[in-house]
């Protein structure tokens, strides 16, 4: 399809579910399983994962595998489901309880699948691979409580599609991914006690590891679960990923089926994968993507691609090349910080051939356009919980202030941000994605915001932490961050960087329980409600 088409599908969609023509996504889900295993319709082949090369490191500890190369070695004998799992959920138990990656681990469940997994052969892309799943997505029959008071003896009886997707792709649930209380910050408790640390600086509880997806990644980066998927609102998905060296996929808004995930704002709440690199991520959201008939959001968008191809490095008589010619838009800002190593950073992309950096500018009403009119947002985060804030605002512990603001926000204002939108809407697709086909950024700002697709993914260490860069594209074209990514991963290896294991091991017995909710290796600080809202998604 082309890049004018896309577009005028993505205007029209975005208008829809701005509109309320796309009905509001409700804190409570009817079944998914009709929608379970749907994807677009594409031509070609089946996708399939391919026999990638498996490293040393991996062929000798199963937890240092990336998802791909689990695949292969199960493909090819040499590892079982059972035992990768199980390799996880010892890991889990030796240093769950420092790194608080998990709210909820489902290890007898996950190790019944993994032998069920074993005795059966099937051509799912997740065969036998076990997986973190954020608190907010629904998960028949395991708690989601998305962090919150309100949802703290919520049991769902149905998957949200995205779970049930990767379920009948053969993924298996390790547990529940620990997050900010619904999805606004960093993973705390409901009250605000910091929980999930930086997989980089586990025994430092100060590091920022990005939010509100905190968990999913640690787990992924920790070494707790083969790969994850998260959501994103205002940067949980590439922030996380670029804070613990992840690779983190934001796809355009309706790409993947938010049925039967808790909302935090209907036109800007995003599921997506966040993997060890570039070909993970595409393998998770070659089975997350397509249409559901129980999102309106996700119907009448062009066919999704094979991902997986476009995740795969393209080599030509020995060097890396891009599998399409492709402008990297660089604004004016990018080098206004971290200026040596984003510059080593640019370096390294624009030698890969087929790369061509092009400069852009943002306008000038930039800071205006992500600043003051990104609270129109509130309005969207208040409305599906209404009664609860009617009743018993307690409810919503910390991250009380920014409900509330939603409720005081009137229509005029909140009008007026949707025109803002648009107007910044018309700046970016007529403006800077005119010049270049992909664009680098300083912040997941305005991407989230307009529900176009962005990548976050490692670009080397700063002061001993990861260190990452953004990449926002075009609507629907998720499989050209891909590219980019990819190949950029192929002449470097920022994304095989493991952090070391935490010093302090927690008694075996604290890691082994079943919730890690109220499990502390030591006292841990407490986020205040002028905090949560500062930096609330």
């Not at 080599?315 to 910080?337: E, H, I, N, Y």
């Not at 609860?388 to 910390?398: I, R, T």
């Amino acid at each position: 399809m082309s890049r004018d088409l896309n577009r005028r599908v993505f205007l029209g969609a975005s208008a829809a579910a701005a509109s309320g023509m796309a009905l509001a996504s409700p804190a409570v889900a009817a079944p998914a399983a009709a929608a379970a295993g749907k994807s677009a319709s594409r031509s070609g082949p089946a996708p399939k994962v391919p026999d990638v090369e498996v490293r040393r490191a991996a062929r000798q500890d199963p937890t240092e595998a990336t998802l791909a190369e689990a695949v292969v070695l199960m493909r090819h004998g040499k590892l079982t489901s059972a035992k990768l799992t199980q390799a996880y959920l010892d890991r889990i138990a030796e240093y769950g309880a420092v790194y608080q990656a998990y709210a909820e681990v489902t290890g007898d469940a996950a190790l019944t699948a993994a032998r069920r997994a074993d005795r059966t052969h099937s051509a799912g892309l997740l065969h036998g691979i076990p997986l973190c799943i954020k608190d907010n997505f629904f998960t028949a029959g395991v708690p989601t409580r998305a962090n919150s008071y309100i949802f703290e003896d919520f049991v769902p009886t149905e998957d949200a599609t995205a779970w049930a997707r990767l379920k009948k792709a053969g993924g298996i649930l390790l547990g529940k991914g620990q997050m900010g209380p619904l999805a606004t910050t960093r993973a705390t408790t409901p009250n605000g006690t910091i929980t999930t640390v930086n997989a980089w600086t586990p025994d430092d509880i100060t590091t920022d590891p990005g939010g509100s997806s905190t968990g999913p990644a640690c787990a992924v980066a920790g070494r707790l679960a083969s790969s994850s998927i998260g959501t994103q609102t205002g940067g949980s998905i590439v922030l996380p990923s670029n804070r613990q060296n992840m690779t983190g996929l934001k796809p355009t808004m309706g790409r993947v089926s938010l049925h039967g995930v808790i909302p935090l704002s209907y036109t800007r709440d995003h599921p997506g994968p966040i993997a060890r690199d570039a070909l993970d991520a595409a393998i998770m959201l070659q089975v997350l993507a397509g249409s559901d008939p129980l999102d309106p959001r996700t119907q009448g968008l062009p066919g999704a691609p094979d991902y997986i191809r476009a995740a795969t490095p393209v080599v030509q008589r020995g060097k890396v090349r891009m599998r399409r010619a492709t402008k990297v838009g660089v604004p004016a800002d990018f080098l206004a910080s971290q200026k040596a190593l984003r510059s080593a950073f640019l370096e390294r992309l624009d030698s890969i051939s087929g790369i061509t950096l092009v400069d852009v500018a943002y306008p000038d009403d930039w800071d205006l356009l992500t600043g003051p009119f990104n609270n129109g947002r509130l309005v969207e985060r208040a409305e599906p919980f209404r009664h609860w804030l009617q009743n018993d605002p307690a409810k919503f512990g910390v991250s009380l202030i920014t409900w509330v603001q939603g409720l005081m926000l009137s229509g005029d204002e909140y009008l007026t941000a949707q025109r803002a939108k648009n107007h910044l809407m018309q700046e970016m697709l007529t403006g800077v994605l005119a010049k270049c086909d992909v664009v680098l950024q300083t912040g997941p700002a305005p991407f989230d915001l307009l529900g176009l697709p962005e990548i976050g993914f490692p670009i080397g260490f700063d002061a001993g932490l990861p260190a990452g860069a953004i990449l926002g594209g075009q609507p629907y074209e998720e499989d050209r961050l891909l590219e980019v990514v990819a190949a950029y991963q192929a002449v470097t290896d920022w994304h095989t960087r493991r952090p070391a294991d935490p010093s302090a091991k927690p008694s075996s017995a604290a890691g082994k329980i079943s919730s890690l909710r109220a499990a502390t290796a030591t006292a841990r600080p407490r986020l205040t409600p002028e905090q949560v809202a500062a930096a609330s998604a």
